[in-house]
């Protein structure tokens, strides 16, 4: 037939029903191969209908999920779940493995296969391979500003761990120590004032703020005073329009879009949304470019000692070193690396401390118990932190019921709910389980789901609540500092002792990582906690906030109005918490800060 007499119509309706026959066959292979591969495995594996990981995933997942959660749920209980993984993983917890029977199974779906695991010898073995690398396609989320420690491979990450490492020693941990003290104390002043007790409606924006200003402090030589910072009435400077903790904060809320939207979009769009993440990027840049510039001007005049801050290290690094042209870090790499670590340094600490808190507000009896081994170690030092010496009382603060709570509150609230991880995609890798080898095929992406680790049955068995059996998960029914504190309270038998604090099995508490890509700032972390927790809780009590109740209410009275704001509490720490960049608590939960002595539900 001449070319001119075929039906444009017909053609273009033949081209694409070929092409759709096309991309029918080449899915139906595809997931034919993979399938093959996770059989391969020796795992149980579940098919999935799409890959929703990774920036695709995260455009399209709030359209297709809530048409998916239409589907009846016999269809949909054993792959939604995991699906759902990127919101819902912390909630379910060890749900998706128990559905399955298996703590480690494979996904598949037709571009990927996933390998999930909550299996302590799995865990244990892939944190601690360095032939397990991370998946950058996921976690180049990350390098917004440019190259970081977090979102590269293992060979390009090691470079930038090399540079900052000598950054954590013994020195450090002293400032951290001395820094968060007086911070705490800020804090209280901004929470409490003067008075003897008070109503904090939203203690995180503080705490957050609080956490920025330490790092800031600390790592990046902020000399800022901390009630300004708290207060957001530092001066902001002509050529910025936004303070930094705001530009910080802002950005962070709004990581995805700024990570989804194209730059020029940002910058053009007339949405509030764009608008605002678009400005707050720009702001953060421009105060990281500030803090490198001064910081280069200094080095030049050698005002500065060599090493002493992690900003030190990583703007050195990034000036040609004598007779060589070219630096160590690349110029994006400079101020990628701030900025990771401004993030990574303050946001889990914020969440981490906001959780304890809260969750020794409800429970008075555990908060008792913190207060007497506070009491008892800091002894006649308690009301002067000036005199509270890091060598003799971290130690002994670390192994005792604070560094359970803080154990704890890392357990329950896991702030990574997931540990990605990828399989080279030229190597296979093979892991051993219960005496067995189990091959796991390249490019496999492996995510250790911590959620699932932490509250896994045979390892932690969680009590229910008897006040809201319902809520799943329970992290108010289940905090139990003294898991950690075994001489304390005799529990099931887990692994050994390091001292006084339990030493859990390995791969069943990984709340920092482990291995060579483990979290650097590991002890930075449990220092600030546990000087912010001494310091509060040396001074204050925080109990849930009860409101209306008269003064001269009886014991009754107040057990019942306790009990309802209790159940509420229970609610919103578990329903309303939720997984942005790490797991934050959302939904609102007022406490009320009340100096030692003048509790009123202590003793009920
Ligand atoms: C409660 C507080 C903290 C928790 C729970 C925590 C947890 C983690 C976890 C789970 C990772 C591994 C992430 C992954 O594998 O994808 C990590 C990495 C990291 N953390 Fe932390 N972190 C905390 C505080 C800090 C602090 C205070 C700093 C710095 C001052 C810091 C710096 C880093 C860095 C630089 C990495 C990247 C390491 C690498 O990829 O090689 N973290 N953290």
Known sequence: MPLQDIDPVHAAVAAATFTAILLCYSQIRAFQH?????????????????????????????????LLKLLPERWTERWLPLLMSASRGWHDGYGPFRAIGADTFVAVSSSR??????????????????????????????????PTMTGTSNQESRLYRKITTPFFNENSMQQIWTRSLDGAQAALKVLVGSQKSRHVEEMRPTLAKLSLY?????????????????????????????????????MLDHFATIFLTPSWLLKTSPLTVHKKAGQASIELLKYMEDLRDSKKKDIESGKTRKGSTILDLIVRAGEPPDNHPTPVLQPSAVIGNIFI?????????????????????CHPSLQQLLQDDIDNILGRSAYSHQNWCYESLYPLLSESMVGAIINEALRIATVLPFLPKA??????????????THVIPANTLVLINTSAVHRHPKFWPEPRSPLS???????????????????????????????????????????????????????????????LITRIFSEYSVELAVRGLKLDADRAEMKREWDKVRAVAEHNLSAGVEFGMSLRLTAPLPVTFVKRGEERFAQL
Request: hydrophobic share 40%; charged share 15%; proline share 8%.
């Open 113 to 146: 296969n996933i390998l999930f695991t909550c299996d302590p010898e799995a865990v244990n073995h892939i944190l601690r391979s360095n032939a397990f690398d991370k998946p950058m396609d996921l976690l180049n989320i990350l390098n917004v500003f440019g």
């Open 469 to 531: 059996p319902a809520n799943n998960p329970n992290p108010v029914a289940s905090f139990n500092p003294q898991h950690w504190l075994p001489s304390r309270d005799t529990l099931s038998e887990k692994g050994g002792r390091s001292k006084g604090l339990l030493r859990p099995q390995p791969g069943t508490f990984v709340p920092f990582s482990d291995g060579s890509r483990g979290c650097l700032g590991k002890k930075f972390a449990l220092v600030e906690l546990c000087a």
């Open 341 to 361: 670590f401004m993030f990574a340094g303050h946001e889990a600490n914020a969440n981490t401390l906001t959780f304890a808190i809260l969750l020794l507000a």
């Open 423 to 436: 399989v080279p995609k030229d190597s296979p890798q093979s892991i051993n389980i219960s005496n067995s």
């Open 214 to 250: 330490l790092v800031n402090a600390v790592c990046f030589e902020s000399d800022k005073d901390c009630a300004d910072e708290l207060q957001d009435c530092s001066d902001i400077s002509s050529s910025h329009n936004m303070s930094y903790s705001h530009a910080m904060h802002t």
């Open 34 to 66: 993979n399938i093959a591969e996770a059989r391969s495995t020796g795992f149980k594996y579940v098919v999935l209908p799409f890959f929703l990981f990774g920036a695709p995933g995260a455009i399209a997942s709030p359209l297709l999920l809530p």
